[in-house]
C-alpha cells in the first residue's frame, strides 16, 4: 500500500499511527517518504499533467483522453501512452463531452425515392458525396435553425445556413454556399432526409440546375442520414447544450464561430485519424491536384 494514502489521510486529521497499523504500513515507512525527493516518474506526470490541462482547456473542455491523446502526439510531438493520458485525467478530473445513445423500437417506413448513398457514408475524394439536414435549438427569445452540407470524404462542412424559419431558403442558402466554395463537378450527390424543405420544387430545380444528383433516405429514419446526424449530435453536445442563450443572434453567432472557428480547421476527427477536417481535406487534395 503506498505512503500516499497515510499522507492524505495525515492531512485530514487521521493520527499517523493508526492509519499505519489499520493499512499495515511500517510508521518509518511514512516517515522515510516524508523526506524523500519526488520520483523521476512523480515530476514527469507533473508535467504532463499540467499540459493535459493545457490541451483539454485549449478544447473548450470538450476532449476526452483519445482527442487529448491525439493532440499531444500529434499536434506536439509529445511521445506518450493513452492509458497514462487517461490516468492523468482521471486524477484531475478532467473528462470530455459525450452522450448516452438512444435506443427505439420504432421501424421506419420505407422510402418512395430513390437513395443513391445506402448507408456509404465514405467517399474516395472530396465533393463525391455530400450529406445535408437540418437542426434547431431554442434560445430565450426564440427558435433559431441552422442547415448545414458535410463532404462524405473529409467530414468538412462546405456549405451552411442559420435563420429562424425553416422554410426553403434555409436550405436552398446552404447548398449554394456549397456551390459557390466548392464548385462540385456535375454528378455531386447530396444526400437527405425528406423534409417539406428538401422536397421542395425549389431545392431540386438549384440540384437540377446545378447538375448534382438528389438522394434521400427513408421515411422517418435517422440511419440513412446518420452521417451528418452524428454531427450535429457533436455539435450538441459540445455547444448548444452547454449553456442557456439569451437571444436568437447570440446562439446564431456562436453556431458560425463553432464551425468556422473550431470544428471546420482545428477539432481533431476520430473517423480521420485524428485530423482536422481541413488538414484531412489538405492531404488529399494536393496529391489530387498534382495528379
Wanted: aromatic share 8%; proline share 4%.
Amino acid at each position: 500500500m503506498s505512503t500516499g494514502l497515510v499522507r492524505e489521510l495525515a492531512a485530514e486529521g487521521f493520527p499517523v499511527a493508526v492509519t499505519c497499523r489499520v493499512l499495515n504500513i511500517p510508521r518509518s515507512s511514512y516517515y522515510d517518504s516524508q523526506g524523500r525527493a519526488p520520483s523521476a516518474r512523480a515530476a514527469q506526470d507533473a508535467a504532463l499533467s499540467a499540459t493535459i490541462a493545457t490541451v483539454h482547456a485549449a478544447s473548450r473542455g470538450t476532449y476526452g483522453a483519445p482527442r487529448v491523446h491525439a493532440e499531444l502526439r500529434l499536434g506536439m510531438g509529445v511521445a506518450v501512452g493513452r492509458k497514462r493520458v487517461a490516468r492523468l485525467m482521471r486524477q484531475q478530473g478532467l473528462v470530455g463531452v459525450c452522450h448516452q445513445r438512444k435506443r427505439t423500437g420504432c421501424r421506419p417506413t420505407p422510402a418512395t425515392h430513390e437513395d443513391l448513398v445506402q448507408r456509404r457514408f465514405v467517399a474516395d475524394a472530396p465533393d463525391r458525396v455530400w450529406f445535408t439536414d437540418v437542426t434547431q435549438h431554442r434560445a430565450a427569445d426564440g427558435w433559431v435553425y441552422c442547415c448545414a452540407v458535410i463532404d462524405a470524404c473529409t467530414r468538412r462542412v462546405v456549405g451552411w445556413s442559420i435563420a429562424d424559419h425553416i422554410r426553403s431558403e434555409l436550405v436552398v442558402d446552404a447548398l449554394q454556399m456549397a456551390r459557390w466554395q466548392r464548385r462540385p463537378p456535375p454528378g455531386t450527390i447530396v444526400h437527405s432526409d425528406r423534409g417539406s424543405a428538401y422536397t421542395s420544387w425549389v431545392f431540386g430545380h438549384r440540384l437540377r440546375e446545378a447538375g448534382l444528383l438528389g438522394s434521400m433516405g427513408r421515411v422517418a429514419s435517422s440511419v440513412d442520414n446518420a452521417l451528418i446526424e452524428s454531427f450535429w449530435s457533436t455539435m450538441q453536445r459540445e455547444l448548444l447544450d452547454r449553456r442557456h442563450w439569451t437571444s436568437r443572434v447570440e446562439l446564431a453567432s456562436a453556431i458560425f464561430e463553432w464551425i468556422e472557428g473550431w470544428y471546420n480547421p482545428r477539432r481533431r476527427h476520430s473517423g480521420l485519424g485524428y485530423l482536422s477536417p481541413h488538414e484531412y481535406e489538405a492531404l488529399h487534395t494536393v496529391p489530387l491536384t498534382a495528379a
